[in-house]
């Protein structure tokens, strides 16, 4: 009866071929014997024809004497023995699966679906039908009698050594069709509405292929019982040879028709996604990646995003395509990728407005460097020669010059560029003071000079390389007189107006108002300051006094020392000193209550003892006096007949000095004689303002109302080299030379401040401070 | 602010200024003296010219980056101010 598990196996191997006959019937009673010889040479695969379809005819039997029905039989093929050998449909409906349980264990017409039953036998119930009891026992006495369907299909499974995939592809197709079957007939209609729960658990392994080894490990329990087996099958098969029980045949296996399934899927879309990862990139990632925080930065960088997304322009472009754009791309990273992919949610739901990138920070300062770089497109050959590059041009004109061989070039000056803009039109210009520290900053203020038409004041700071726009722009209440910028801390620059006031501005912040302001100290001065220093006094007197101090000079005849004390954030002055008129030839030395002051109008200390300082007044006089005296001056020079508009200390020879006044002259003094040794005198007009080069001792610029002249004292002290007359209707108010370079600078009454360029100009080798001396040594032993 | 306007009227007045163009991140103009077409020309394709000098600056070293790009060509001078959210271009005949 155990073998009749093989019967079932070998009807199983033989789907197709089948035959339902009333034969079948007839032999029913028969049919175990049949099945019992059958299944003892079922041990082999290959079956005979006949012996399958005994088998079948077998189960057939069983299947039409269990179930009521009749199976149809429309077709029958015999072959030439008279045997059924109708091929079988590979699986006929089950239709008497919800029949009796008798007819379920073959209750198809197909011995496909005898597997599937199986199962569904085993599900359902345990075997109640008494002929189909002794049939199932007999059928699972191979195996425990468990419902588990899966030890059946292991205990079939063990015996089977050869699958095929046909029978396979069969057995699931079944078991398919009659798990369905059952689970329809589960649901009912008002099961529909229900929750269902689905909890999934982990099934038990199914085992669909299970090959056990042929050969067994010399160790192993049964390697004894093996060997034994092995050694009694060799004389086994020893013996048959010549044996008379054993008898060859040959056999023949059926093939299987195959039949050819056709499967269609969807198509696989296929997207290619490049990007490329460059340096920055990489490094980008890594820096993001570091932080731990969103860099948007980052992202922007990648080209090929960034291509992606400009090149698509116009405002159909959203932001959703520039995600989708970066999320096709390979990313170098998983964590950048989580990183990038944020970022671009944010601008997308606040664009910046094109007014906010009008307003931001960045983009002032790019318009400011664009348009320096405009301009310096512009004045790039002004600006060279300036900085005493060589330009294309010069170096033509030099070979040209070479040619000619007139003879030395006479010096002129060319007039490169000037500082002016709608704001400065119409204003006069007062003074100018360069940056000490950075000698590309300019300053320049506006302010009438006489005391009618006055209005508010300016002061610009001009830079180089803008020459059409001032970086800084301070309107004043008054007049601005005088200007200086500080040496200890370069952004302070210190202002005197005509009021009086005296402020300080600090260059670096865009503020408009001063730092600092006079107005409130008690002791301000009442008049017009006419010149304003910051000196450093390197020998203090006391501890308060070390450190830079403003010192002033105002119409009111004092000259006053200022200090700025960081912590009160109000200039205090310190000390005074008075000018006294004098009164005819001789001095006055008493000091009356109340004493006419003269008005001082400059004022300038000696370049190296700065305790030592000279005065101008409006009479005419120079005071030479020091800070540790406040009493009276030292000495007094007295030659000009108007009042004096500068006085300068020479840079190089320390004993000697200049001074202009409205007397048409230019005096020239020693510091230890009385009158002066020599004097210039161009033009019938007032000389405003005098400077020393600070190239070369023997030269120095002086200007007028109608002109500009510089004197070199080594080629002529009776005419200026160079004159350069002022255009019509301007003043020239203000002169400075560039320190570096060699160009003078000349402010006007129209605002406008021109930079001059020296050509062909030049005094000599050295600074020629023996030449000067030489000068003043023959002068004055000519005057002897 | 008004100090920008002033600014941008000024370079657009100096001498030698072709046109002043300020783009958006996306292409879009804000502000330009060109018409609309030749902005959008200028505007694409500088973008690309300095994603790419961007991306050589700072392939030799990734710390460094692109602050400002000048080409001159025979006609006109291009200079482009890059930024992350706009663009500065601003085209000037030098030799006028």
């Given amino acids: 009866l155990f073998n009749t598990l093989a019967a079932v196996r070998v009807k199983l191997n033989t789907m197709l071929l089948y035959s339902r006959s009333s034969r079948a019937m007839n032999i029913s009673t028969s049919g175990i014997l049949r099945l019992n010889r059958s299944a003892t040479y079922a041990r082999s695969i290959n079956a005979s024809v006949s012996r399958k379809s005994f088998c079948l005819a077998a189960d057939s039997k069983i299947l039409e004497k269990s179930s009521v029905q009749t199976p149809k039989h429309t077709i029958q093929v015999l072959d030439e023995n008279g045997k059924d050998v109708t091929p079988r449909p590979v699986y006929q409906p089950d239709p008497a699966a919800v029949q009796s349980k008798h007819s379920k264990i073959f209750a198809s017409d197909t011995s496909g679906g005898t597997m599937s039953d199986f199962y569904s036998t085993t599900y359902q119930t345990t075997t109640n039908a008494s002929f189909a009891g002794a049939f199932t026992r007999s059928l699972f006495g191979s195996g425990s009698v468990s419902i588990g369907s899966q030890s059946i299909m292991e205990s079939m499974s063990e015996e089977i050594e050869d699958p095929s995939s046909k029978r396979d592809n069969s057995i699931s197709l079944s078991d398919v069709q009659v798990k369905r079957e059952e689970v329809k007939e589960l649901i009912q209609e008002e099961m529909l509405d229900d929750m269902v729960d689905l909890y999934l658990v982990e099934s038990d392994t199914l085992c669909l292929l299970d090959m056990p080894a042929i050969s067994v490990s010399v160790d192993s329990m049964e390697a004894e019982s093996v060997k034994e087996r092995n050694s009694r099958y060799t004389e086994l098969c020893k013996n048959r040879t010549g044996n008379d029980k054993y008898m060859g045949r040959s056999m023949q296996t059926f093939n299987g028709a195959s039949k050819t399934k056709e499967v269609q899927s969807e198509a696989i879309t296929m997207a290619d996604a490049a990007t490329i990862a460059n340096n920055w990139d990489m490094y980008d990632s890594f820096c993001s990646a570091g932080q731990g925080e969103v860099d948007l930065s980052t992202d922007t960088d990648k080209a090929s995003i960034a291509e992606m997304i400009h090149q698509n322009h116009g405002p159909t472009r959203t932001m959703e395509r520039t995600m989708s754009v970066i999320s096709s791309s390979t990313i170098v990273s998983s964590s950048s990728s989580r990183m990038e992919m944020e970022p671009f949610v944010v601008p997308s739901e606040s664009k910046p407005d094109p007014e906010l990138i009008l307003q931001s920070e960045e983009f002032q300062q790019h318009l400011f460097v664009m348009e320096r770089i405009i301009l310096e497109n512009i004045y790039q050959p002004k600006l060279a020669a300036y900085r005493q590059l060589p330009t294309l041009e010069g170096m033509v004109l030099l070979e040209e010059s070479s040619l000619d061989e007139e003879g030395p070039p006479t010096p002129a000056l060319e007039r490169l560029w000037s500082f002016s803009c709608e704001l400065t039109t119409g204003r006069n210009v007062s003074s100018m003071a360069w940056n000490k520290r950075n000698p590309d900053l300019l300053a320049v203020g506006y302010g009438q000079f006489a005391f009618k038409d006055q209005k508010p004041g300016l002061v610009c700071c001009w830079s180089l390389k803008n020459p059409s726009w001032p970086e800084r722009i301070f309107t004043c209440q008054s007049g601005v007189t005088a200007l200086d910028f500080s040496a200890s801390s370069a952004s302070m620059l210190a202002v005197g107006m005509h009021d009086g006031t005296i402020a300080t501005y600090n260059v670096q912040s865009r503020e408009k108002t001063p730092v600092i302001d006079s107005s409130d100290c008690v002791h301000k001065h009442t008049s017009p300051v006419w010149q304003v220093r910051w000196i450093n006094h390197e020998r203090a007197l006391s501890g308060e006094d070390k450190g830079e101090a403003l010192i002033s000079v105002s119409a009111d005849g004092r000259i006053s020392k200022w200090f700025l004390r960081k912590d009160l954030m109000k200039l205090k002055r310190t000390r005074n000193d008075r000018f006294k008129r004098q009164v005819g030839e001789k001095e006055r030395k008493s000091e009356a209550l109340i004493s006419r002051q003269a008005p001082g109008l400059c004022f300038d200390f000696h370049p190296t003892d700065s305790n030592i300082y000279l005065a101008g007044t409006e009479e005419g006089h120079i005071h030479k006096c020091s800070c540790s005296y406040n009493e009276q001056f030292l000495e007094t020079y007295q030659a000009h007949k108007g009042p004096l508009y500068r006085i300068t200390w020479s840079p190089f020879c320390s004993d000697v000095f200049l001074s202009c006044s409205s007397d048409w002259t230019i005096q020239l003094w020693r510091q230890d004689l009385f009158t002066p040794v020599l004097g210039f005198m161009s033009t019938q007009r007032a000389v405003y303002d005098v400077m020393w080069s600070p190239k070369w001792a023997t030269v120095f610029g002086a200007v007028n109302e109608g002109r500009m002249e510089i004197w070199d004292l080594g080629a002529s002290i009776l005419d200026p080299t160079i004159v350069n007359p002022a255009s019509p209707g301007v003043k020239l108010t203000s002169l400075l030379f560039a320190t570096e370079t060699d160009c003078v600078l000349v402010g006007d009454s129209d605002g406008q401040v021109s930079v001059y360029q020296l050509k062909n100009f030049t005094a000599g080798e050295g600074t020629q401070v023996g030449t000067l001396e030489d000068i003043i040594g023959s002068t004055l032993a000519s005057q002897l | ?96």
């Fill in chain 2, 1 to 96: 602010q008004a100090e920008v306007e002033e600014t941008l009227k000024r370079i657009q007045t100096h001498k030698g200024v072709i046109g002043t163009i300020v783009v958006n991140a996306e292409g879009i103009p804000i502000r330009t003296t060109l018409d609309n077409s030749t902005t959008v020309q200028y505007a694409g394709l500088l973008h690309q010219l300095t994603m790419k000098a961007r991306s050589t600056v700072r392939d030799i070293d990734p710390q460094n980056d692109l602050t400002f790009l000048r080409i001159r060509s025979k006609k006109h001078e291009i200079m482009v101010a890059p930024d992350k959210e706009y663009m500065l271009i601003v085209i000037q005949n030098p030799s006028e």
